[in-house]
Each structure stands twice: as structure tokens, then as C-alpha cells.
């Protein structure tokens, strides 16, 4: 279930999913080393380490490629090869080796990753939902709802 990070293409975030790689990666006070410097440089000027008072959460391309046209392309890939993921999960892609070839595959070949994507997507759409009681929607996809 790998194609569908190529959904990644398009949208955006907000800093506040991103402010760990950019300045205290695991901790450490310093960015993410996986990161290229070009777009931490970049990341950085859209996302101040400190917000001033009142000023809302900016928002960032997931993938600056795409930007305001929200083109799907497959420059989402590339990037990724390149460290220039914004999200730390579409990095981490770049260090398996099965992921590794994946995205160079889709990256040099936009069909192969257009036709494989569309796949996912067509068969995800096959999941049941689970409703009522068995069932329920994040209120933040990065955790499981509290009870």
C-alpha cells in the first residue's frame, strides 16, 4: 500500500506537522539530516519557529512542485529521492529498499505510477466502511480517538 503516498502530489499542510523536522528532529534541537539544505532552507522561511501573537498556523505545499496548480505529477517521487520530502513519513520512503525502488520507478515512469495509483485508489474504494458503534473518523489522522 505504497502508491497512495503519491497522493502527497497535491495539498497541504500545516507547519505545526512539520516544525519537529525543521527544528528539534527526535529531540535534538537540530532539523531532520535527511532533509536537503535547499528545502529546509525554504520550509524554514514558511514556518517560523515561533508563531507571533495571533498569527495563524501557515500553510505549506506537500509538494512545492505542484504548488497553487495542483498538478498530479510524479515529481512527488523525485523529491522524495532527493530529500526533499516535507512530511517525515514521505522521507522515510527513501531508506527501505523495497520503497527505494518503488519511487524510482514511479519517478522515471509517470504512467506506470498513474495506472498503479489509479489501482489503489479503485480498490480502497472497495473497503467497507466501518459505521455507527465499529466505526468512527479521526479528528487527527495521526492518532487514534481518544474514548
Sequence with gaps: MYTPFGAHSLGRTHCKYVWDRLYNF??????????????????????????????????????PDSGPNYKFTNSYFSRVLKGESVLGVDQQLKF??????????????????????????NRMGGLRVLTGDKGEIRRNCRYVNKK
Excluded: H, W
Excluded at 34 to 52: D, F, G, R, V, Y
Excluded at 96 to 121: G, M, P, V
Design 96 to 121: 527501505r529498499n523495497d520503497t527505494n525502488q518503488i519511487s524510482k520507478e514511479f519517478a522515471n515512469d509517470f504512467e506506470d505510477f498513474r495506472r498503479s495509483f489509479a489501482l489503489s485508489i
Design 26 to 63: 527526535q529531540n535534538t534541537g537540530k532539523p531532520d539530516p535527511t532533509m536537503n539544505q535547499p528545502i529546509l532552507n525554504e520550509l524554514k522561511n514558511q514556518c517560523p519557529s515561533q508563531l507571533k501573537s495571533g498569527q495563524s498556523d501557515p500553510l505549506v505545499y506537500l509538494n
